[in-house]
């Protein structure tokens, strides 16, 4: 299995941190792009480097390589995760408007009809964002805001990003127990 990751510079780097983690983990192959914005976000929300995110992937590629494996529909993968996406991000996937690797990876991954997990960080939402997300779903892409479940009754911040990061794997079908199920027995 193969999987593009595209983290852009929106709050909640962690969810894409996180769901790189997940995959290495689990010994699947990750193409990171990372958008121009998000070193910024990541001094703020966390204490790890660029470089220490880049680690995490199988390969990485730097922003403005249009000429990557990933620019092209003949690079075989079995889909993309923007993880968290920018509305900016989102607005430059349904407009079709490419000027950077991650933005044309995701519009690689639409005209493939391969799966693309859009996981939106931004609230509240104006029309302009919903509409954007109505296109990108209409598009093909699966929308998962980063709105953790409850159920699973969460003890720490981990539980609540783990559910989010299980959410974008499951879209996948990649099997993983980062959560608990509805229905699976849960701590008292």
């Not at 852009?8 to 941190?17: E, L, P, T």
């Not at 996180?18 to 689990?26: G, K, V």
């Not at 920018?86 to 990876?105: E, P, Q």
Request: net charge positive; glycine share 8%; charged share 20%.
């Amino acid at each position: 299995m193969k999987i593009v990751v595209g983290i852009s510079g929106a709050s909640g780097v962690i969810y894409g941190v996180r769901f790189l983690q997940a995959l290495h983990d689990l010994g699947i192959e990750s193409h990171l792009v990372l958008s121009p914005g998000l070193e910024l976000n990541l001094k703020y929300e966390t204490s790890m480097t660029v470089e220490q995110v880049e680690a995490l992937a199988s390969v990485k590629y730097p922003p403005r390589d249009m000429g990557a494996a990933v620019s092209s529909g003949s690079f075989q993968t079995d889909g993309m995760a923007v993880i968290p996406c920018s509305m900016k991000t989102l607005a430059g996937i349904v407009s079709g408007y490419s000027d950077n690797l991650l933005l044309r990876a995701a519009d690689v991954t639409l005209k493939e009809r391969r799966t693309l997990v859009i996981v939106p960080r931004e609230t509240p939402l104006n029309t302009i964002h919903l509409e954007n997300l109505l296109k990108a779903s209409r598009a093909g892409a699966l929308i998962l805001p980063a709105m953790p479940g409850f159920y699973h009754r969460p003890k720490t911040m981990d539980d609540l990003i783990n559910h989010i990061v299980g959410k974008a794997l499951d879209a996948f079908k990649i099997k993983h127990n980062l959560f608990k199920r509805w229905g699976e027995k849960q701590p008292d």
